[in-house]
């Protein structure tokens, strides 16, 4: 297993999965970019600027969507969601930063369905550490990591944009696998 604050060469990732962005979606008309808050907002801008699809680049929050928001309450720094551009009949790359159990990807869904009907949706993430709870893969992946149950990815953009991806041990075990530890 890695160590903590054992950190990832993100800007690599972020162009391996630019490369895969490319093309996946060469020829495909009415594609778009929307990000998940925070990480995957700031790789879906990158993403849309070094893909000249700015004007169908899009950021959106999960809070109010997840399954464990009753749980978790509301996160303190809760984004306005932004989206100007016709959901309906588009291609839609999904972009987070970290995918695991699958859950933030369920409830990002549900947003974009709030918009419209997307012809189809892709997902891109950073990095794939598994543990999948729900019935999602990615479509373009930077890396796969495998990390101890104790361990996360911690995604940072610098005052220049620059990226940096870091192994961090949790201080506490999260809420979702506390009440059930087999997870």
Not at 118 to 146: F, H, K, N, Q, S
Request: contains cysteine.
């Amino acid at each position: 297993m890695p160590t903590s604050n054992q950190a990832y060469d993100a800007e690599a990732l972020y162009r391996e999965l630019l490369g895969q962005v490319r093309a996946g979606l060469a020829g495909v008309p009415d594609a778009a970019i929307v990000g998940i808050h925070s990480g995957g907002a700031w790789l879906a801008e990158r993403l849309a600027r070094d893909l000249d699809l700015t004007a169908r680049y899009g950021t959106i929050d999960v809070s109010f969507y997840r399954d464990d928001y009753a749980k978790k309450g509301l996160h303190p720094d809760v984004k306005p969601t932004h989206i100007r551009f016709a959901v309906d009949g588009a291609t839609i790359v999904l972009v987070d930063d970290v995918l695991e159990t699958g859950r933030t990807v369920r409830a990002a869904i549900n947003v974009l369905f709030d918009y419209g009907r997307p012809a189809c949706i892709r997902l891109a993430a950073l990095a794939d550490r598994g543990g999948r709870e729900l019935p999602v893969a990615a479509d373009y992946v930077g890396t796969r990591a495998e990390l101890a149950p104790t361990q996360s990815l911690c995604l940072q953009r610098g005052d220049a944009g620059e990226l940096s991806l870091t192994i961090e041990e949790d201080p506490a075990p999260s809420i979702d696998h506390a009440e059930n530890p087999a997870q």
